[in-house]
């Protein structure tokens, strides 16, 4: 075999070592976790089997390292130490809001949260976040969230409507979902950013009103349901995978 040929066929295995070493290099990249906050605590709510429940239950459907922050105790009013550095958000891919503080009003402290957002952190909001700073006098949050909500309904077993039936959070759901014993929260406004992806029907005025939406928060991604007030929430497998894949759309893992 010739110089020529050698060089030659030397080239071809550099080449090809080089093109399994890329492609290794983006499988890799593709399989890094997602990086997620999740601010929790407050009144009403077993939040710390619902935390153990949603950790697990992503877990089935993405690849995500958590940080838990739960503190406030267990009132309606606090402020979260973790809030004060002006950097709170920084490094992680999304930050999920399961937290229910509603007479907490102080408008410095609401804006330090929603700016991060604005900027473009993304965000799963459930739940008690809806009112959570319920009796705040600003909007911010609410346009954060994307709904305006100021009170529930009973616990029923709800039936859930699909109504944007082709966004990928959506996919794999049951047509015929009806949620465990949960609350139904009446939504006053949608933002005129957010989109209702999925809704159910009042038992009291008959009127259908948004479970589940996604919002456009700035430069930030939002998703966000109403449910998940009970334990039995927590461990349905439905609402779960729900929550993973708006986890994932927020987060800019699913595309529209």
């Not at 944007?164 to 015929?176: R, S, T």
Request: proline residues 3%; aromatic residues 8%.
């Amino acid at each position: 075999m010739n110089r020529q040929m050698i060089t030659s066929h030397l080239t071809r295995a550099l080449t090809l070592v080089a093109v399994v070493g890329l492609v290794s290099a983006q499988a890799e990249e593709k399989q890094k976790p997602v990086r997620a906050l999740l601010i929790t605590g407050g009144c009403c709510h077993n939040y710390k089997f619902q935390s153990k429940a949603l950790i697990e239950g992503v877990a089935k459907e993405a690849k995500v390292e958590w940080k838990v922050v739960n503190e406030g105790g267990t009132g309606t009013k606090a402020k979260i130490d973790l809030y004060s550095d002006a950097d709170w958000a920084k490094g992680y891919d999304v930050v999920v809001h399961n937290e229910c503080f509603a007479n907490t009003v102080d408008e410095g402290y609401i804006r330090s949260i929603t700016h991060a957002h604005k900027a473009g952190v993304p965000a799963v909001v459930i739940h008690c976040a809806m009112h959570t700073y319920r009796a705040s006098k600003i909007d911010d949050w609410r346009q954060f969230l994307g709904v305006t909500s100021r009170r529930h309904e009973h616990q029923s077993r709800y039936p859930v409507k699909k109504v944007a039936l082709k966004h990928p959070i959506l996919k794999g759901m049951p047509e015929d979902w009806v949620t465990p014993k949960d609350e139904l929260y009446v939504i006053e406004k949608m933002w005129p950013k957010a989109r209702a992806l999925a809704t159910s029907k009042s038992e009291r005025d008959g009127k259908e009103y948004a479970v589940a939406w996604t919002n456009q928060y700035g430069k930030a991604r939002v998703f966000g349901t109403t449910y998940g007030h009970s334990d039995a929430t927590f461990s349905d497998p439905v609402f779960l995978k729900l929550v993973a894949r708006g986890l994932l759309w927020a987060s800019g893992e699913l595309e529209d």
